[in-house]
């Protein structure tokens, strides 16, 4: 920077243009020095096993059936010795009858025109199953993977939430699988299966809707008739069951489910491919090369996703549950169709075997079920949601749900004399049902509670949501504080060194003029950048005082899912992890000691010693 001649000192943007070229460098050193790795993703890839030789052209059954083995994976028995994978999807909630809102479709799709069929829509999932609903190997097993980190599943010691789970096909249902269970039709099902062919181990094909709910069916039949039957038991014999999965359970298994942050599963339309080609984790159609694929591959042919899934794009378009609606103004329209399809094929091009984009086929095409070459499915383990050990629970949450009592200090209004106004609004109805004579006026009063009820528990989701975007602005500020307060060090440091090696040699009215106003742009990016952080700081501050308008109880609850998402061991999940903390100190802070809460010491809090 400081070879060139003495008379002609470095201009001011260009000096600034060096400054920025050495800040990414300069941010990364304070981002190890915080203790925090590069960025990378949480979750670790699972990809099959690479072995020398030739692939054999006949499968054997673990091929056809678990042809990549995990430690997390959840076990079935079928028919002739074979058995069906499934792996967990954990739905964070705050009980029964709550549920995660997510956005399902594309943000681009490729085909713009076709908006109405796949454009991003909101829709609420939940699972059937706690961890005590669960055999006991499985809840060993959900239970270690969530203490030590399940994305954003609760911990199981977290009080304001809790993991509610469904399971999931790993793989699509092989050939091999598929007739093990048609065979459970046949005299001597039970005898030894026949050889495994080439096919076995591909994804079952040419099956329609009803075909695929009358294969589930008999699965579920034959498991129930074990001993042991090795399906989670709720009371008075009603046993979980399979089934083909909806569009919102398959999606959100699909593109990662739990181990993708909010953030990641709203905004982007493919899981993260760690840097690897998307042909790494899908069988599809590139029109670039030299041989197309003629068939399906063999299940577990490709690396898995985040949540350990194999080919939730490409291989077989995988039908669901759902019957067809149109995606119109982020809702789903009235009108219902035929069944969804859902990832794509072997057949299809990259952006066709998007998690998101999705396909209507009908049930009938002429005079037979419709069935495709490229066309299978992968199972559920689902659950009623209404067994009678949850009915006191249900009962209690749903007499909680809604209720909004008003703000202390509320004053009565003009109807004080009918109704206590500072009173819970739902209870004092209750009460006036109770002393009304009239038929005509309780269904009123009954049709105004339920009203009621309803507004209050959109008003809740509203506030709930509300308070996790001032939790995360709070944490993005803070981040944003100390990238200022690095820029603003490495604008200082500059200046002095070029004060030091170029200012004090210029020898002559022009060379001493360039320095001058080379000098005073420094000065004044500095003298910026200080504003920008005091604004910032003040944005930050603001925010940890609009915590008080939240329930505490509300805000610590969406604290502790904001915590669930940065439970990851990459650098991103770490550094936001230091900020979480310290905003979690703050609003306590306020919250108790309000005049202890200054700008001196959320500076002190945020920034190191030598960055204050």
């Given at each position: 920077m400081y070879d060139q001649p003495l008379n002609t000192p470095p201009r001011p943007r260009r000096a600034l243009r060096q400054a920025a070229s050495l800040l990414a460098g300069v941010l990364f050193l304070a981002t190890l020095l915080a203790g925090a790795a590069p960025v990378g993703p949480a979750w670790a890839l699972e990809c099959p096993q690479v072995r020398g030789g030739l692939a054999p052209k006949t499968p054997t059954l673990d091929k056809a059936t678990n042809p990549n083995p995990s430690e997390l994976d959840i076990v079935l028995p079928m028919p002739g010795g074979g058995q069906m994978v499934f792996r967990h999807v954990c739905v964070p909630a705050s009980g029964y009858l709550g549920d995660l809102k997510l956005d399902l479709g594309c943000t681009d799709c490729s085909r713009p025109d076709l908006a109405f069929m796949e454009a991003r829509r909101r829709a609420h999932l939940a699972g059937a199953f706690l961890l005590e609903d669960l055999p006991p190997a499985w809840r060993e097993k959900l239970t270690k993977c969530a203490r030590q980190g399940d994305g954003r599943c609760p911990n199981p010691d977290d009080k304001t939430a809790k993991g509610y789970y469904y399971l999931i096909g790993k793989y699509e249902v092989s050939r091999q699988q598929w007739e093990a269970v048609r065979r459970l039709g046949q005299p001597q099902a039970e005898a030894q299966a026949p050889p495994l062919g080439?096919?076995?181990?591909?994804?079952?094909?040419?099956?329609?809707?009803?075909?695929?709910?009358?294969?589930?069916?008999?699965?579920?039949?034959?498991?129930?008739?074990?001993?042991?039957?090795?399906?989670?038991?709720?009371?008075?014999?009603?046993?979980?069951?399979?089934?083909?999965?909806?569009?919102?359970?398959?999606?959100?298994?699909?593109?990662?489910?739990?181990?993708?942050?909010?953030?990641?599963?709203?905004?982007?339309?493919?899981?993260?491919?760690?840097?690897?080609?998307?042909?790494?984790?899908?069988?599809?159609?590139?029109?670039?090369?030299?041989?197309?694929?003629?068939?399906?591959?063999?299940?577990?042919?490709?690396?898995?996703?985040?949540l350990g899934l194999f080919d939730t794009a490409g291989n077989v378009s995988e039908m669901v549950l759902d019957l067809f609606s149109f995606s119109v103004g982020h809702r789903v329209h009235?009108?219902?169709?035929?069944?969804?399809?859902?990832?794509?094929?072997?057949?299809?091009?990259?952006?066709?075997?998007?998690?998101?984009?999705?396909?209507?086929?009908?049930?009938?095409?002429?005079?037979?079920?419709?069935?495709a070459e490229d066309l299978g499915l992968r199972l559920v383990i689902a659950g009623i949601q209404t067994p009678r050990t949850r009915e006191q629970a249900l009962k209690g949450e749903w007499a909680k749900l809604g209720e909004q009592k008003p703000e202390a200090g509320a004053t009565p209004g003009a109807l004080a004399k009918e109704m206590d106004q500072t009173q819970d609004p739902i209870g004092q109805i209750d009460r006036m049902l109770k002393s009304?004579?009239?038929?005509?006026?309780?269904?009123?009063?009954?049709?105004l509670r339920d009203v009621m009820k309803a507004n209050n528990s959109i008003i809740a989701e509203q506030r709930a949501e509300s308070a996790k975007g001032v939790i995360r602005t709070a944490m993005f500020t803070a981040e944003s504080l100390l990238s200022y307060a690095v820029r603003r060090k490495f604008l200082e440091m500059t200046l002095q060194d070029f004060n030091a090696k170029v200012a004090s040699k210029a020898n002559d009215p022009e060379s001493q003029k360039r320095v001058e106003q080379t000098v005073a742009k420094f000065q004044q990016d500095i003298r910026r950048m200080d504003e920008i952080f005091n604004e910032s700081l003040n944005f930050y501050l603001d925010r940890v005082k609009e915590s008080r308008n939240y329930d505490p109880n509300v805000f610590k609850a969406q604290m502790m899912r904001i915590s669930d998402e940065l439970r990851g061991q990459d650098g991103l999940s770490k550094t936001f992890r230091q900020h979480w903390s310290m905003l979690e100190k703050h609003v306590e802070l306020y919250r108790s000691q309000p005049g202890a809460f200054t700008k001196a010491q959320v500076r002190a809090d945020i920034l190191p010693e030598n960055l204050r």
């Open positions: 080439p096919d076995d181990a591909r994804p079952m094909t040419n099956i329609s809707w009803l075909e695929a709910q009358q294969f589930a069916a008999a699965y579920t039949e034959w498991l129930l008739k074990q001993k042991p039957n090795p399906l989670p038991q709720f009371a008075d014999g009603r046993a979980a069951f399979l089934r083909l999965p909806t569009e919102a359970e398959w999606e959100y298994a699909a593109r990662g489910g739990q181990m993708l942050s909010e953030l990641q599963f709203n905004q982007e339309d493919m899981f993260p491919l760690q840097d690897k080609p998307l042909s790494d984790f899908a069988v599809f159609t590139d029109k670039g090369a030299a041989k197309l694929p003629e068939k399906p591959a063999w299940i577990g042919s490709r690396c898995a996703n985040p009235g009108g219902i169709g035929g069944f969804v399809i859902k990832g794509g094929s072997y057949l299809k091009t990259q952006p066709e075997i998007l998690p998101g984009r999705r396909e209507e086929m009908p049930l009938y095409l002429g005079q037979a079920p419709y069935r009304a004579t009239n038929e005509a006026e309780k269904k009123n009063l009954k049709y």
